[in-house]
């Protein structure tokens, strides 16, 4: 019990540093928001025949539910962090690799899967909005999952 709450919180703070970081990115570069949630969102009502609603409300579940999106991709990382390291403690290295990998595996895989995005294809400055932001889930939930354990 105590791997899934600790996970679960885990996952929460790194979600959060993994949001401020994109935020103050799209402030640094002036950038607009990335619209591949919303994209992954249509995919998906459309492969399991949801009705979103007329447009201005579909529209708006659509960014609800890509951010909701975040948020179960980042709690389920951390819980399989927890899961995979039970009864060890990883190094803040290790620890922190295995976060941002799985948190970035967790949310590029299923993308790439329903074809909305294809890594491959990326220029190095997509690399970098999506690896840093990333880091810093990798590093917060690191920390916060080592200040849960006993």
Avoid: F
């Amino acid at each position: 019990m105590h791997t899934l709450v600790n996970g679960l919180i885990a996952g929460a703070a790194g979600t959060s540093a993994l949001n401020i970081a994109t935020y103050l990115d799209m402030v640094i570069r002036a950038r607009g928001a990335s619209t591949t949630p919303q994209r992954a969102v249509s995919k998906l009502a459309d492969r399991a025949h949801l009705d979103l609603g007329e447009e201005e409300h579909a529209s708006n579940r659509r960014d609800a539910l890509g951010s909701l999106l975040g948020y179960a991709t980042g709690a389920g990382a951390a819980v399989c962090y927890g899961l995979l390291t039970a009864g060890r403690r990883p190094s803040c290295p290790v620890g922190v690799l295995t976060l941002t990998a799985l948190a970035m595996t967790g949310s590029n895989g299923p993308l790439m899967a329903m074809g909305v995005t294809d890594p491959r294809q990326w220029p190095p400055s997509s690399w970098l909005s999506d690896a840093l932001p990333h880091l810093a889930y990798g590093v917060t939930a690191y920390a916060a999952y080592e200040l849960l354990r006993p």
